[in-house]
Structures are given as structure tokens and as C-alpha cells.
């Protein structure tokens, strides 16, 4: 079975490409934002992706350092994309896309936090 930073780094970059992905769509749908309130909207579009590349950044370095000090930041921080993709299937459509890849990328970071933490206890013995 593949170790836990391989896990959390997928899980990384899934999430780095789901905001990148997220990121693009403004310029498709920014028209549909147009008037006053077009400055706070793209304040809170913006933002989401920030969100999501800080996970992924925290995953990352998860999966770097290999911490199990820091399997609860990750089992917490993958709360955020799979409360995102349930509000997706029930306020948007149960065939977006993009929920498909926020809950990948939070089931994948969960397993990686599930086998950091075994890595973390299974630690070699002094010869």
C-alpha cells in the first residue's frame, strides 16, 4: 500500500487543481455578476481559491514532514472540501463536476491522515 505523504500529496494536488479550475470559471461567468455588487462577488470568489491552495499547502507539507502531530490539521482540514462538494450536490447539481473532485480530494486527504498516523507509531527500533 502506498505510504501516507503519497496519499496527501494527491490529495494536494487535486485540490491545487480543483482552485485552479475554480479560478478560471470567473472569466467565464463574471458577466453574469455584472453591476455594483460585481467587486464583493469576485472578493468572495477569489477567496474560495485561496482557501483551497492553503489546504492544499497544508496537506502538502503534511505529507513532506510526515508528522502524526499533524493528522488532526489534516481530518480537520478536510472538512472544507466535503462540506463544499455536499453543498455543490444539493445547490447546484448532483452532476457538477467539481464536487466530484472536492470530495476525492477530502477522502484521499483522510486516508493519508489515517495511514500518517500509523506511519507515525510504526517507527523503527533502536539497534
Request: aromatic share 14%; charged share 10%; no cysteine.
Amino acid at each position: 500500500m502506498p505510504r501516507a505523504r503519497t496519499f496527501l500529496w494527491i490529495a494536494a494536488a487535486i485540490m491545487a487543481a480543483t482552485a485552479a479550475i475554480h479560478f478560471t470559471g470567473w472569466f467565464l461567468g463574471r458577466d453574469q455578476f455584472a453591476g455594483p455588487t460585481q467587486p464583493i462577488v469576485k472578493l468572495l470568489w477569489f477567496s474560495i481559491d485561496v482557501d483551497w491552495l492553503v489546504v492544499a499547502g497544508l496537506w502538502f507539507a503534511a505529507g513532506y514532514g510526515g508528522a502524526g502531530l499533524l493528522r488532526p490539521l489534516v481530518i480537520l482540514s478536510a472538512i472544507i472540501p466535503l462540506a463544499a462538494a455536499v453543498g455543490m450536490f444539493f445547490l447546484i447539481s448532483p452532476a457538477f463536476f467539481g464536487l466530484y473532485l472536492l470530495a476525492l480530494a477530502g477522502a484521499i486527504a483522510i486516508i493519508g491522515a489515517i495511514r500518517l498516523g500509523d506511519e507515525a507509531v510504526a517507527v523503527a527500533p533502536l539497534a
